[in-house]
């Protein structure tokens, strides 16, 4: 049995979470999505988690920590460090960590659609092998027949 490791996040894939509670993404051209699966390496939920985690302790209303109040200390150190900052200066943070992980990020993608184009291309294989051994079966009773001269 496998374990699940909980993800560790880093003080940047922290920033970008904390950018999105207070700005959305406001100026970053990218979707919630593949910022989480290709920047930061987790799932939206987990970036809409750690969002709602840094409007909590930003107390912007109607937020609560999504787990235990531990969770909140290394958010703390990361909104001591940026609250004089403007939302340009963090930005540039951003997407400065964005550019220096490019190359990580096209990887990611041309691997999560290989695999997707692998897993379709087995699905139709699967489909073709099936129909051909129907058609197969449909002929065998054809099988025992002999030609008439």
Known sequence: MSIKREKVWSEEELIIAYYIAKWNLSGIQISEEDLAAYVIDTTANSLKMQTANFRHLLQID??????????????????????????????????????????????????????SINKNKEKLNKTSQLIFEQKLKSLNKYRNLRKIN
Do not use: E, H
């Open 62 to 115: 109607g937020y609560q920590l999504a787990a235990g109040p531990s969770l909140g200390c290394n958010k703390r150190v990361i909104i001591d460090k940026l609250k004089d900052k403007t939302i340009t200066q963090v930005r540039k943070i951003i997407l400065d960590y964005i550019d220096s992980i490019d190359k990580d990020i096209l990887k990611r993608k041309s691997t999560s659609v290989n695999l």
